[in-house]
């Protein structure tokens, strides 16, 4: 420059010095330079007014301090000149007012106030550009997605349609879905609000940026699929987002533990498998943190095909999988999945070491039952207003638990086993029943598999680690954690709920030697326990609907003050003792005296305390006021003598009517019947009876007597027992009698010496021979009989649930008469003498209820391919597609698949007559089904075919005529394009 100088101007530079010293003033202002600019441009183009765009003033401007001064200057000259003939416009990826974008300069701001005005480009506007400009389709494209979401939409809609979100499309339209395909509306406004995220906390390049992640997207291979070589269908999930924004999630150390989680996972399931696209998909919308990532929205949101299936179930799978690896340290917190940070990964390791201890996991079981299965003891009321409670216990895994107790003494017995185990369980269980310490037990056997113990064991690892944390300072990681943990012990208790529901709908109760299965006893398990403990509470307190009354406190003591029974009210007298006999006499023979006659005879001499507190328990259950009203009504009548002080009251007095008065001061009263030795022939013949019970030698005194019978005793009573525990689940009459005789031989152990005697020595007591035939009953009921007394009871219940029409009707009323009289035979004591006719019965019935089976599932066959021909020929089927016609076909198979299993005799006739009345139900079901489907899919196709109505002139024509119609729709229809489908309408 210096030689080019000096030669053309020598007189201005003589020497190289002289240049390279040269100072340059200005000599035009800028103001002048900015004229001069304007006044070119006018000559130029001829027009005065002009626009200067200064793109990326933010990027490549606001980093130099002289280029802002210089911009600010070019600004305020041009508006000086310019006088509103001259704009400028200056870009910049972030508003001038946002400075936390790295790409813009904080220098930026002295640029503001010389732009008043300031033009955001919002999300929307972006929208329509990228449709504009790359998502743009010809009009043969379009008429093709138009088809497609025609075919697809609504299941589309329904597949990817988000829930519990704002701000989000929940829901596309035939527009929107070609305008933006293959986005869907809902997943680029994710894209959009995942993009501002990622420039605000890694310093990303806004909002503008979606244009090119959209453009990389479309035809990148990094984003997973070159979309423009995808079939038709191909649908952008979010996992494209992240192998598009992989690289800068992984740049921002907020989000770098996502992108290495979703490396694990490809590492430990494969690239291309569904836990992958889980992870990834987790990892981009965690950038969301107030986006509700829920189980069903993360399979919304990865839906890849117009036309795909529901995959719900897959997704769950593979979410379980990813919980399940200690690796991976995916979580749902408050609802949402999310991968956690290293820190609360480390945590989730040290959750995964807590194993709990067979003490740990029965509580934590025990705690479900008692807030979500049984929330309130089982109770029941019985004989109108008495109600009992069981109590219940727990056995999970090898000991049992109690969770609560009854003062009623019955006990629910949660029994939860192995499937494998659950036929062996259950006869134990059986067996077990009878004995005499299970009297008051239902055993409720349940088959539930291991994987309830993983669930359990998170509840447990959970609770502990929120219980260690709860008062711990947390740090934000610790805090992630610690929420999260929360939502895991609510999934694992509601699986571990789930699984005991389940398992209790199809629960075995057994008590007393019957087995009742829950699905055929009631609605559900509740209602069938309520059932059973309302069973087994009568049988219990079988003598409390002797006394089934309630009385005032002082109905006692005003029953032995009245000088007569006239002066007693319904309410002083509720059972009608003083009155209720012959001729208004004291009615001795009402059951509620007997009981307390039998129970002093047996005893002898009692306390007012333990007669109180006897019959207070079970078989009574009494109240004891109640109790005091039937001993004061005894008392007015002669049949009971009081003992206060030693002296032995039998009429009324002040000192009476103390006793009578309270509980308290009856309890100190002693009672007695008139005391009166054994005689030698009532030892004597008490002394034989035992001879012959026993085989023993035994000399006839009272002392020996009474130690051989208190030995002999209980086994005899242990068979009465087990023989009523039978007779009762048979339902059979001859129950009563065998308790009477087990009550009997119970009270014999409770009296006295005297008392226990009296009662063998009875010449009216015919005790060995009751003996021997209990012993006859035992070997009846608990053999073959007994299950044939079974099978009679099963077959009167099933025939009185038929259905009162039809051929099964026809069943009821063939065999009412031998039901009618089997269900009398079973209600007479006398069992031996009808035993063979019982067998005759139950062998006719089971002879009818065979071929009833057998002629309904001919019908029932026939009725089905009447139906099958019916569809397959109707005007309907026609017009159906072939999809339509598969899925048609797929219904009528499954109709045919309900012929095998009402098969007589196979699983019993109960389960012959089930299986037809299941089959005709859900034959009525099906076919109703079906038909509808059918017309409703036909309905659409012919819908779609622009089918359209035209009558023939004239109306109604002869059908000799028909000929000439059809020449006449012809002529009508020469200009239409379509097929044409002429239908009649024949009317008689």
Not at 208 to 226: F, P
Not at 340 to 368: C, F, G, K, Y
Not at 675 to 686: E, F, G, H, W
Not at 742 to 756: A, F, K, N, P, V
Request: proline content about 3%; glycine content about 6%.
């Amino acid at each position: 420059a210096t030689q080019i100088a000096m030669k053309m101007y020598p007189e201005v530079f003589p020497d190289e010095r002289s240049f390279q010293n040269l100072k340059i003033d200005a000599r035009i202002s800028e103001q002048d330079q900015v004229r001069e600019m304007l006044d070119l441009i006018t000559r130029r183009s001829g027009r005065e007014k002009v626009l200067f765009i200064i793109d990326e003033a933010g990027q490549y401007v606001a980093s130099n301090d002289t280029l802002v001064l210089n911009l600010q200057g070019f600004a305020q000259n041009l508006k000086a000149v310019g006088r509103g003939r001259a704009w400028v416009i200056a870009t910049a990826q972030q508003t001038l007012t946002d400075d936390v974008g790295v790409m813009n300069s904080p220098k930026l701001f002295k640029l503001k106030d010389r732009f008043p005005i300031t033009i955001e480009l919002k999300a929307d506007d972006i929208k329509e550009i990228t449709h504009r400009r790359l998502l743009s389709k010809k009009p043969a494209a379009k008429a093709e997605l138009e088809a497609l979401f025609d075919a697809h939409g609504s299941r589309l809609n329904v597949l990817t349609r988000l829930e519990k979100v704002r701000g989000y499309a929940t829901s596309v339209d035939r527009q929107g879905f070609v305008e933006l395909y293959p986005f869907l509306p809902q997943h680029f406004d994710l894209m959009m609000n995942i993009i501002a995220r990622l420039a605000r906390s890694t310093g990303g390049t806004g909002l503008r940026s979606a244009i090119k992640v959209v453009q990389e997207t479309l035809v990148s291979a990094g984003s997973g699929r070159v979309f423009s070589q995808e079939p038709l269908g191909t649908l952008v999930t979010v996992v494209n987002f992240f192998d598009v924004l992989r690289q800068d999630l992984d740049n921002g150390l907020a989000f770098r533990h996502t992108v290495e989680a979703v490396h694990k996972t490809e590492q430990r399931f494969g690239k291309d498998s569904t836990e992958t696209l889980v992870a990834k998909a987790v990892a981009v919308m965690q950038v969301l943190d107030d986006f509700p990532l829920s189980r069903k929205n993360l399979t919304a949101l990865l839906v890849d095909r117009v036309e795909a299936q529901d995959q719900t179930a897959k997704i769950e799978a593979a979410i379980d999988e990813l919980q399940k690896d200690t690796t991976i340290p995916l979580e749902e917190v408050e609802g949402s999945l999310r991968f956690l940070s290293d820190r609360a990964a480390e945590m989730q390791r040290n959750w995964h070491t807590l194993q709990p201890t067979s003490h740990d996991q029965r509580q934590v079981v025990s705690e479900v039952i008692t807030n979500d299965i049984l929330p309130s003891q089982p109770k029941a009321t019985i004989f109108a207003n008495k109600q009992v409670k069981a109590g219940i216990s727990l056995r999970f895994g090898d000991y049992p638990t109690t969770i609560s107790t009854s003062s009623d003494g019955l006990t629910v017995d949660l029994r939860f086993v192995d499937p494998s185990r659950f036929d062996n369980e259950r006869t134990d269980a059986i067996n077990a029943s009878t004995a005499p310490s299970a009297a008051k037990l239902i055993v409720v056997l349940a088959a539930l598999d291991g994987t309830v113990g993983d669930a359990v064991r998170d509840v447990y690892a959970s609770a502990r680690m929120i219980r260690d944390l709860r008062s711990k300072t947390r740090d934000a990681d610790e805090e992630e954690f610690y929420r999260s943990l929360a939502e895991r012990e609510k999934h694992a208790r509601a699986r571990i709920t789930d699984a005991i529901k389940i398992a209790a709908a199809s629960a075995t109760l057994v008590y007393r030697g019957r087995d009742v299965a829950v699905q055929g006893a009631a609605s559900s398990f509740n209602s069938a326990l309520e059932t059973a403990v309302s069973a087994l509470g009568k049988e219990v307190y079988r003598g409390y609907e002797h006394a089934a009354v309630t009385v005032d406190t002082s109905a006692a003591e005003k029953m032995v003050k009245a000088r007569n029974a006239s002066a007693l009210t319904a309410a002083d007298d509720p059972l009608n003792l003083l009155t209720g006999g012959s001729g208004g006499a004291f009615n001795e023979a009402h059951p509620a005296v007997i009981d307390v006659t039998d129970y002093l005879k047996r005893h002898g001499t009692v306390e007012g305390k333990a007669l109180l507190d006897d019959f207070a328990r079970d078989p009574f259950g009494w109240s004891k006021d109640v109790t005091r009203y039937v001993v004061a009504a005894m008392f007015t009548a002669g049949r009971v003598a009081l003992r206060i002080n030693s002296k032995l009251e039998t009429t009324g007095s002040p000192t009476v009517y103390e006793a009578f008065k309270s509980n308290v001061t009856f309890s100190k009263t002693g009672l007695s019947s008139p005391p009166s030795p054994p005689s030698t022939d009532i030892l004597k013949r008490a002394k034989d009876r035992l001879v012959e019970l026993t085989g023993e030698s035994i000399t006839p005194i009272a002392k020996n007597i009474e130690s051989t019978a208190r030995e002999a005793l209980p086994h005899l009573q242990n068979s009465a027992r087990s023989v009523v525990a039978r007779l009762s689940s048979l339902e059979l009459a001859a129950t009563r009698w065998a308790d009477e005789l087990s009550t009997e031989i119970d009270g014999y152990l409770r009296s006295d010496q005297s008392g226990l005697i009296r009662a063998l020595g009875d010449p009216d007591n015919d005790f060995t021979g009751r003996l021997q035939k209990l012993r006859t009953l035992q070997q009846m009921v608990t053999g073959p009989f007994g299950n044939i007394v079974e099978t009679g009871r099963r077959l009167i219940e099933t025939i009185k649930g038929l259905p009162t029409t039809g051929g099964l009707n026809e069943l009821r009323a063939s065999v009412a008469d031998s039901c009618t009289e089997l269900e009398a035979v079973y209600q007479d004591a006398d069992l031996e003498s009808q035993q063979v006719r019982i067998q005759e019965l139950v062998h006719t019935l089971t002879v009818a209820v065979n071929a009833a089976v057998n002629t309904e599932r001919a019908e029932l066959e026939t009725d089905v391919e009447a139906f099958v021909r019916g569809v397959e020929g109707c005007s309907d089927w026609g017009d159906l597609d072939e999809q339509h016609r598969a899925s048609t076909a797929e219904k009528l198979d499954q109709i045919r698949g309900l012929l095998p299993s009402v098969s007589a005799g196979s699983e019993g006739v109960e389960a012959g007559i089930g299986g037809i009345i299941h089959a005709r139900y859900s034959f009525s079901r099906l076919k109703e089904q079906v038909e509808k489907y059918v017309q409703t899919q036909a309905e659409a196709a012919r819908g779609s075919r622009d089918i359209r109505t035209k009558s023939v002139p004239g109306g109604s024509i002869p059908a000799r005529e028909a000929s000439e119609a059809l020449r006449a729709i012809a002529a009508q229809l020469d200009d239409e394009p379509a097929q044409v489908r002429v239908r009649f309408i024949i009317s008689e």
